[in-house]
């Protein structure tokens, strides 16, 4: 019979207040619950190319968690990730993994602390770790689609409508052999004004951006991404579903 290996991580925190007092009430680290469904599809005849399901987790000091699962069946590829920012939307840290056609690519790690951003990333490829000094306006980019809105938040608009701001872009290659790994890029997002949107989710009061090819429309205090197109090729992503739950 072959052995098997047991990793065993204790939740310490939670033994003690378990075992003498159980809650009975709202889960003090939920304030609200937000899930949502974006599809994938082209613009010219809306045909199918993949799915996004999301769940936000509003806490109770403003700050807010988003796992997403994204099901892109145009290019044969599975992201699943995880990021949980601030009240103001600065990331606090994020954890993705990814698929291809190739099979498996590995999985990715990344924290901010102050100015330091830290990430560690392993896979088929092997290990990689880095340590970067990074500025108050920095971003985490997944490629989840549904995340993009959260990385809008970065600075003051100027005269022209437009942020100055960093982003650390998680950037696995397409034939899958290489590592998952990010870098950081400057950006400028254009503010293009606001919009009133409808998508089979509903008619939305949106902010209007565009960063390089890629216009986002964002709304309400949760930065929620209504629709997503890209302006030279025949891609778009909107929202189907949205549905806000308060703490039980």
């Given amino acids: 019979m072959r052995a098997v290996a047991l990793l065993t991580i204790p939740l310490l925190a939670l033994g003690p207040a378990l075992a003498t007092e159980e809650n009975t009430g709202p889960n003090a680290n939920v304030a609200a619950e937000i899930v949502g469904t974006l599809r994938l599809q082209t613009k010219s005849d809306q045909r199918y190319r993949g799915v996004e399901e999301w769940r936000i987790f509003v806490h109770g000091d403003g700050s807010r968690t988003m796992m997403l699962s994204k099901d892109f069946v145009a290019a044969n590829a599975l992201q699943i990730m995880t990021v949980h920012v601030a009240a103001d ?29 830290r990430a560690a990333s392993a896979g088929p490829g092997g290990e990689h770790h880095e340590q970067l000094a990074v500025p108050h306006e920095i971003a985490i980019v997944t490629h989840g689609e549904s995340m993009n809105g959260w990385y809008l938040w970065q600075g003051e608009r100027d005269a022209n409508g437009e942020h100055q701001a960093t982003y650390f872009n998680l950037n696995p290659s397409p034939d899958g052999r290489a590592l998952v790994r990010g870098r950081l890029h400057p950006a400028t997002f254009r503010f293009l004004g ?18 390089s090819n890629i216009e986002m429309w964002v709304s309400g205090e949760h930065r929620l991404l209504v629709k997503q197109a890209i302006t030279d090729e025949d891609k778009e992503y909107v929202l189907t579903h949205l549905e806000t739950r308060a703490a039980p």
Avoid: M, Q
Wanted: charged share 20%.
């Fill in 194 to 211: 606001t919009d009133t949107v409808t998508v089979p989710a509903g008619t939305f009061e949106t902010e209007h951006y565009l960063l």
């Fill in 89 to 117: 939307f600065r990331p606090i840290d994020a954890y993705a993994t990814y698929w291809s056609k190739e099979g498996y690519r590995g999985a990715i790690h990344v924290s901010v602390d102050g100015n330091t951003l």
